[in-house]
């Protein structure tokens, strides 16, 4: 059994994964202490965290909300800090045995570089970091000897299911999706959607972005980029099922056609739990899953041809280079448009495809190009989102 306490940053610990892990330490107390809570700009709830949780450091990257946070928590041995290079220097602290990153987006990665280079473990439900800068983080964990444990309930299962076989080769995995709220519809159905209908995702609780992504498999295609860096796998190693009942978490196929899958019912408190334990698996009190009450599960093929995020991902990938930093700062900022009732559901990849075909691609991208990259296609992108709200193409 785990001896010490593990002293644990959470980046992003307002958002939907960060307030879940923060229920995981509270249900283990003897394994756990938080050093360390960030929130974009949630105030009032990163107050009522830090109170709660007595962590020494807390950081609001929105700067304007300083003031608030620090007058709330004077009367408390909590050091206040605003602004995002402050965490990415609080990442560093000595005490940090592992980090959490579940900040939103592309504003996670350089926290994490900063974390990596300080030689802290990463608990990464931060999927966008492998996404833009895969390349460049698997090699700096490589290099610092840091571990990153994957959050994502596909990535945990893969990570799960290849324990104990390091010494045999993978033939791919297979990453399962549950098809979001508009599996089985059209292009035509899906003209007039909104935000409000895209974020009613069948099976899981989320926040609103990645709960859009879902609806649109861009989230999966996200994941698939994510495998690539995070197992070694070229993109024909993974492939992508609909599993609606979202039981069979992900599976993996090895050499000799064997395949082992990691099941269980969707509660992102698993595999938070599982990575911040890791190694040890820790006793829970959680429901657990029972086979009677599930006769059928099913899979069937995703349907990439009205929902067209996934293939532009798959595209992304095989480009390689900055290629993956383009589609997402697009999908950023059409994800955000859509929420605002600014741009529509199919629009979305439009967006992304004319990103693709327009922003300057470099092959061997450095961190520098990795921020330009990311900062001009938000411009780009944002500009197409007003000059074309409703969609590209008709």
């Known amino acids: ?62 700067e304007s909300k300083y003031c608030e946070v620090k007058e709330a928590l004077s009367a408390y041995h909590i050091k206040v800090h605003a602004g995002h290079a402050a965490i990415s ?3 560093t602290l000595s005490e940090i045995d592992i980090v959490l990153t579940a900040m939103v987006g592309f504003a996670g990665l350089e926290p994490t570089i900063a974390a990596i280079k300080a030689g802290k473990n990463i608990a990464l439900a931060n999927k966008e970091t492998l996404v833009v800068a895969g390349e460049l983080i698997t090699a700096l964990a490589k290099q610092h000897d ?60 989320m926040g609103a972005k990645i709960t859009i992504d879902s609806a649109s498999l861009m989230n999966k295609g996200l994941e698939v980029v994510e495998a690539k860096w995070l197992f070694g796998l070229e993109a024909d190693q993974i492939e992508v099922i609909v599993h609606p009942q979202s039981i069979v978490h992900s599976l993996v196929q090895f050499q000799d056609g064997s395949v082992k899958a990691q099941m269980g019912l969707p509660d992102m408190k698993l595999p938070i739990q599982y990575a911040l334990g890791y190694p040890e698996r820790i006793k829970n009190n959680y429901k657990r899953f029972s086979f009677t009450d599930y006769p059928s599960v099913t899979f ?27 589609v997402n700062a697009a999908n950023e900022i059409a994800v955000a448009a859509f929420l605002k009732g600014e741009t529509g559901f199919l629009a979305m990849s439009e967006i992304i495809e004319v990103c693709m075909q327009q922003m300057p691609f470099i092959s061997q991208p450095a961190l520098d190009d990795y921020l330009n990259t990311d900062k001009q296609t938000r411009i780009f992108a944002q500009n197409l989102v007003t000059k074309l709200p409703l969609g590209i193409t008709t």
């Open 1 to 62: 059994m785990q001896k010490t306490i593990k002293n644990i940053a959470i980046l992003g610990s307002t958002g939907s994964i960060g307030t879940q892990a923060l229920e995981v330490v509270s249900e283990n107390p003897s394994l756990f202490k938080v050093l360390l809570l960030t929130a974009n700009n949630n105030a009032k709830l990163l107050i009522e965290q830090a109170v709660k949780y007595q962590p020494q450091h807390v950081a609001i990257c929105d």
């Open 89 to 91: 220097e609080l990442v």
């Open 146 to 205: 840091v571990k990153i444990l994957p959050v994502d309930s596909e990535h945990s299962a893969i990570f799960q299911c290849l324990a104990g076989e390091e010494q045999n080769s993978i033939e791919k995995i297979i990453l399962t999706a549950s098809g979001g709220p508009f599996r089985g519809k059209n292009a035509a159905q899906l003209t007039n959607v909104t935000a409000a209908d895209a974020l009613k995702h069948p099976n899981w609780v």
């Open 300 to 326: 069937e093929k995703p349907d990439i041809t009205t929902f067209r995020n996934l293939g532009l991902v798959f595209e992304a990938l095989n480009k390689g280079g900055n290629m993956p930093c383009i």
